[in-house]
C-alpha cells in the first residue's frame, strides 16, 4: 500500500477510534485529540486537571480502544523505585527470579506523579526515554508501543514534589483539562447513574499502531515548515536575539530542541488525521500551545503580573 492510500486509511480509522472512545468518554474531544496525537506520534503526555474529570476512564479507554495492555501506578510519597519497576525475589530453588513491575505495559497511567519523591520520578525517566529499564543490573526491554501518561493535580501543591525540567521535556505534551460543559454534564450523569454499561471494542492492535507511528514519521515535511517550528522555539529563549520583548520580560528559561522535534512530529500526526499529505504552518501551530506549555518558564514579574504561558506562547506566532 502506497503511503498516501495508507493516510486515507488511516483517516477512517482514527475517526471510527473516535466513535469507539465517545461510547464511554463524552466531550474533552481536544483533549482526546491530543493524546491520540502523542501515541501515534510515539510520545508521552501529562495530564493537568482536578479530579473527578475521568482522566483514569479516559486513559483506560483509549487503551482499551487501541487493544493495548494498560497499567495504573498511584503515585505516594512512600512509593519506591522498586514498586514501579519490579524486583529480584528468591525463589523455592533458591536462585533469584525478575518480577515484573506495573511498568511494564503498553500504557502506564502515572497518577499524581509529583505526589512522589524525585527517586521515584527517575525510575520513570528511563523508561520513558529507552523503553527499556535496568534492574540489580540487568537490562530489561519494554513492549513497545510504550506511552506513559501522568496526571498532576494543580490545586492541592502542599506535600509534592513539583517535576523537575528534565523530566517534563520528556513529556510531548502538557494537556489541561476542563470541566465539561453543562450538556456534557448532564449526558456523564445520565450515562454513569443506570446500570447500562458500555462496551469498547478494540480497533487495532500493537503492531498496527507501530505500523502507524512509521507511516507518521515518513510524511514529508517542506523546510520552511521546519524553520517556522526552529524559529518558533527559539524565541522563547530569552538569551536569544530572535526573543520577542515579552519573552524577555517575562520568561527565565525557554525550550530546548526536543521541543522543535516534537513540534514537528506532532504536526505531522496533526497534518494525518486531518488527511494532509504534508503538515504545514496551520498544523505547527494547532499543536504549539500543548508542546511549548510545559517547556517555557516564567519568571516572577510573571507570576505577579498573570501573563499566562498561551499568552507569551500565541505571540510567537
Known amino acids: 500500500m502506497s503511503d498516501v492510500a495508507a493516510i486515507e486509511q488511516f483517516v477512517k480509522r482514527y475517526k471510527e477510534l473516535k466513535t469507539e472512545i465517545g461510547k464511554?468518554?463524552?466531550?474533552?474531544?481536544?483533549?482526546?485529540?491530543?493524546?491520540?496525537?502523542?501515541?501515534?506520534?510515539?510520545?508521552?503526555?501529562?495530564?493537568?486537571?482536578?479530579?473527578?474529570?475521568?482522566?483514569?476512564?479516559?486513559?483506560?479507554?483509549?487503551?482499551?480502544?487501541?487493544?493495548?495492555d494498560f497499567k495504573r501506578i498511584q503515585f505516594t510519597p512512600d512509593l519506591m523505585p522498586s514498586d514501579i519497576l519490579g524486583s529480584e525475589i528468591l525463589d523455592e530453588d533458591r536462585h533469584f527470579k525478575f518480577v515484573k513491575g506495573p511498568i511494564f505495559a503498553n500504557i502506564i497511567l502515572a497518577d499524581e506523579i509529583n505526589r512522589t519523591p524525585p527517586k521515584?520520578?527517575?525510575?520513570?525517566?528511563?523508561?520513558?526515554?529507552?523503553?527499556?529499564?535496568?534492574?540489580?543490573?540487568?537490562?530489561?526491554?519494554?513492549?513497545?508501543?510504550?506511552?506513559?501518561?501522568?496526571?498532576?493535580?494543580?490545586?492541592?501543591?502542599?506535600?509534592?514534589y513539583p517535576l523537575p525540567e528534565a523530566q517534563l521535556d520528556r513529556f510531548m505534551f502538557a494537556i489541561n483539562l476542563g470541566y465539561p460543559s453543562f450538556n456534557e454534564e448532564v449526558q456523564v450523569v445520565k450515562a454513569t447513574t443506570t446500570d447500562i454499561q458500555a462496551k469498547v471494542n478494540a480497533l487495532f492492535s500493537a503492531q498496527e499502531i507501530i505500523d502507524c507511528q512509521q507511516l507518521i514519521r515518513r510524511i514529508p515535511v517542506a523546510d520552511n515548515v521546519i524553520e517556522y517550528a526552529v524559529a518558533m522555539v527559539g524565541k522563547t529563549r530569552p538569551e536569544s536575539d530572535e526573543a520577542i520583548d515579552l519573552v524577555k520580560t517575562y520568561i527565565d528559561w525557554g525550550a530546548g530542541p526536543r521541543a522543535s522535534q516534537n513540534l514537528i512530529l506532532a504536526a505531522k500526526t496533526h497534518a494525518a488525521i486531518h488527511g494532509k499529505f504534508s503538515p504545514?504552518?496551520?498544523?505547527?501551530?494547532?499543536?504549539?500551545?500543548?508542546?511549548?506549555?510545559?517547556?517555557?518558564?516564567?519568571?516572577?514579574?510573571?507570576?505577579?503580573?498573570?501573563?499566562?504561558?498561551?499568552?507569551?506562547?500565541?505571540?510567537?506566532?
Open 24 to 68: 464511554v468518554i463524552v466531550g474533552q474531544d481536544a483533549v482526546v485529540n491530543q493524546i491520540l496525537i502523542s501515541i501515534f506520534s510515539g510520545g508521552h503526555s501529562l495530564l493537568i486537571g482536578v479530579p473527578g474529570l475521568a482522566k483514569t476512564l479516559m486513559v483506560n479507554t483509549i487503551a482499551q480502544a487501541l487493544g493495548l
Open 120 to 160: 521515584t520520578q527517575a525510575a520513570l525517566l528511563e523508561a520513558m526515554q529507552e523503553r527499556a529499564v535496568t534492574v540489580a543490573g540487568h537490562h530489561y526491554k519494554l513492549s513497545l508501543p510504550y506511552f506513559v501518561l501522568a496526571t498532576q493535580n494543580p490545586i492541592e501543591q502542599e506535600g509534592t
Open 280 to 317: 504545514d504552518i496551520e498544523n505547527v501551530q494547532a499543536v504549539a500551545y500543548s508542546i511549548l506549555r510545559h517547556r517555557i518558564i516564567k519568571n516572577y514579574k510573571a507570576e505577579a503580573e498573570g501573563i499566562t504561558e498561551n499568552q507569551i506562547i500565541k505571540s510567537l506566532f
